[in-house]
């Protein structure tokens, strides 16, 4: 069984960024996702977070990707010439399945290699982010669907999800990576932490009205 206290598990706040459901070359995303963007078509999509990925990310950085690629009828032409338009992603992606990447087998992989450095393919995930509390870090469930229980909720982990899209569930202790709830750009633990605190706040209020 892994070993979730290990050293390899275990990451820093300001090189470790989420993100969820980028979805490259699927047009039907633009419609899901209204009112969050203004792209005029699925490749200006496409390209803005290929864009806000080189700009966020350094090379040595940890990218926790929480699924959906792209659809299955997408070709790897499209992805290679517009997720990889400015060049190789930076950074080690961990990639964390999602259901629309039943389809990547060994062959995907090993071309997806021209266009991101994926050193994980796992279906679910839990990490340890380093912070100044007495324990010296925050446990991090990571999972495609939004779970209701996960590990350590009722200890103070939290948990992150995709599969969303335009909405957050109203679930104390979780946040949604998904593409257009980031800005279509991959955000760092703070971001995360700041948002998960936002929403419960928000909860806490409406439970005492």
């Not at 078509?41 to 959906?68: C, M, Q, R, S, Y």
């Not at 995930?125 to 925050?138: H, L």
Request: proline residues 2%; hydrophobic residues 35%.
């Amino acid at each position: 069984m892994e070993q979730i206290f290990s050293a390899e598990n275990t990451f820093d706040r300001a090189t470790t960024w989420f993100i969820s459901d980028l979805h490259i070359g699927h047009g039907n995303v633009l419609r899901f996702e209204e009112g969050l963007h203004n792209f005029t078509d699925i490749k200006e999509h496409d390209h803005a977070i290929a864009k806000n990925w080189h700009e966020t990310v350094g090379p040595e950085d940890h990218v926790f990707f929480l699924g959906d690629l792209a659809m299955e009828r997408t070709k790897f032409k499209h992805i290679r010439e517009n997720l990889g338009k400015f060049g190789k992603l930076p950074g080690k992606v961990h990639w964390i399945i999602g259901n629309h990447d039943l389809h990547i087998d060994k062959t995907w992989l090993h071309n997806l290699s021209e266009v991101m450095d994926i050193v994980e393919f796992t279906n679910y995930k839990e990490i340890m982010i380093k912070d100044d509390s007495d324990w010296g870090f925050k446990r991090f469930v990571l999972f495609h669907y939004p779970l209701y229980e996960w590990n350590g909720k009722y200890r103070g982990a939290y948990h992150l999800y995709g599969h969303s899209h335009a909405h957050v569930h109203p679930l104390a202790g979780t946040m949604s990576a998904c593409a257009c709830i980031t800005g279509y750009k991959p955000v760092n633990a703070d971001w995360m932490i700041d948002k998960i605190e936002e929403l419960k706040c928000k909860l806490e209020t409406q439970s005492s009205e």
